[in-house]
C-alpha cells in the first residue's frame, strides 16, 4: 500500500498544488480518514487519511469509491444533464 501511494506522489512530484483525491472501495469513515474494513484489499483498521497526508506533503480527500463514481458520472458522464450535485 506505500509503495503504491508513494507511486503516485512521484507522479505528482511536478504539480505540487495540485488537489489530492482518492476513492477506494472500503468502509470508510471520511471524518477520521480511517477504513474500518476493505475487504477487497485485507485492510482492517487503516488510518489511510495519516498515512496519505504525509506521503503525499499536502491533505488529500478520501472518499468511498462509489461516491467518487456518482459524482464523476454526474458531473461528466452521460447523465451530466439529467442531475444536479453539490
Request: charged share 20%.
Amino acid at each position: 500500500m506505500l509503495a503504491d501511494l508513494q507511486a503516485l506522489a512521484a507522479m505528482l512530484g511536478g504539480l505540487p498544488n495540485a488537489p489530492v483525491g482518492l476513492g477506494i472501495a472500503a468502509q470508510l469513515f471520511t471524518d477520521t480518514g480511517r477504513v474500518a474494513v476493505a475487504p477487497n484489499l485485507g485492510w482492517r483498521d487503516v488510518k489511510l487519511q495519516e498515512l496519505a497526508d504525509a506521503v503525499f506533503g499536502r491533505r488529500v480527500r478520501l472518499v468511498n469509491d462509489v461516491n467518487a463514481i456518482a459524482v464523476g458520472e454526474a458531473r461528466c458522464g452521460a447523465i451530466r444533464r439529467s442531475v444536479s450535485i453539490i
